[in-house]
């Protein structure tokens, strides 16, 4: 059975190499990818990763305490909402673990551990479900620049060829620019990935 292609039971969904480079052009460098390992690293060339699912929930994202650029492709599937563990519970008693991704993204932009970051959503759900900490002041990724690719992105595992997947989901890339350059910093992910689909800024 293919891992590959990023459904929400599954962990194992490495980016496709054409927006990993496209995201390290608009970052300049990628720094630090919270949800990886050695194999999906070998495409991002972070300079950290973590390599367990859910180390990037634990940790912070600075790298010898100084700000980093982040590649986001968070771990699929649920979280209990108290114990942040995964779990097969849905509905109220969990979350999806990509809005817990995108929340903890935004605390360390926030915190200044992120500088700037570029998110993966596996789907266009993580629109609506990482509207869900409004009432904690955190934004949601509608909010930030946007990439919705033409055609869906083919993630790849350690069991697929990075050209042999089966996507199942339409798509959405969000930036998150540096503070105080969004403008400047938004036209130049539309450059980067206006080649993927239609951008918006």
Avoid at 56 to 71: I, K, M, N, V, Y
Avoid at 135 to 159: K, M, T, V, Y
Wanted: proline share 7%; glycine share 8%; net charge negative.
């Amino acid at each position: 059975m293919s891992l590959a292609q990023h459904r929400s039971e599954s962990n194992e969904h490495y980016t496709p190499r054409p927006i990993v480079e496209a995201a390290r052009g608009v970052l300049g460098v990628i720094d630090f990818d919270p949800f990886s390992c050695a194999t999906a690293n070998q495409v991002v060339q972070a300079r950290a990763f973590c390599a367990l699912p859910l180390d990037g929930f634990a940790c912070d994202w600075s790298l010898e305490g100084q700000p980093t650029r982040a590649f986001v492709n968070p771990p699929g599937g649920k979280l209990d909402r108290k114990t942040l563990k995964p779990t097969k519970a849905g509905g109220k008693n969990s979350y999806s673990s990509a809005a817990v991704a995108w929340a903890k993204l935004m605390h360390e932009y926030e915190t200044g551990n992120v500088s700037a970051a570029v998110f993966i959503g596996f789907n266009l759900e993580v629109l609506r479900t990482s509207q869900g900490w409004k009432d904690q002041g955190i934004p949601g990724a509608g909010s930030f620049p946007l990439c919705f690719p033409d055609e869906r992105l083919n993630f790849w595992s350690e069991c697929t060829a990075e050209d042999d997947s089966d996507p199942t989901c339409a798509n959405v890339i969000v930036y998150v620019p540096p503070k105080g350059e969004h403008e400047e910093r938004a036209i130049a992910f539309r450059d980067w990935f206006e080649p993927f689909g239609t951008v918006r800024v």
